[in-house]
Nanobody, 127 residues
Framework: QVQLVESGGGSVQAGGSLRLSCVAS??????????MAWFRQAPGKEREVLAT???????NYADSVKGRFTLSKDNAKNTLYLQMNSLKPEDTAMYYC???????????????????WGQGTQVTVSS
């Protein structure tokens, strides 16, 4: 079955950087055939989408992270990355990788459209 495993979270001071990874398994050519995304959820807040990447590699970002976060994927390694720069205390949250099969030119930003989720990795940014 499809499995997503995140890593790379940790504690960092404001202004610092982290790179999150999400390794996908359970389906051939995973990153070629699945729309993938990063979400996060802070305590007491709803889960929010940060960035999505279509099967063809086109990306889309939430305004809150645009210009600071970069989403990329390595198809050979079935791995999704989220490079996070200029981190702020308000970026503190649990970060989740998500995926689902979608049409070539589509990639939803709604969490209800994603059927596969990782277990999450914690990011803590101190001021």
């Amino acid at each position: 079955q499809v499995q997503l495993v995140e890593s790379g979270g940790g504690s960092v001071q404001a202004g610092g950087s982290l790179r999150l990874s999400c390794v996908a398994s359970g389906a051939p050519y995973f990153t070629y055939t699945y729309c993938m995304a990063w979400f996060r959820q802070a305590p007491g807040k709803e889960r929010e989408v940060l960035a999505t990447i279509r099967r063809d590699g086109a990306t889309n970002y939430a305004d809150s992270v645009k210009g600071r976060f970069t989403l990329s994927k390595d198809n050979a390694k079935n791995t999704l990355y989220l490079q996070m720069n200029s981190l702020k205390p308000e970026d503190t949250a649990m970060y989740y990788c998500a995926a689902d099969r979608m049409a070539l030119g589509a990639c939803s930003s709604r969490q209800a459209d994603f059927g596969y989720w990782g277990q999450g990795t914690q990011v803590t940014v101190s001021s």
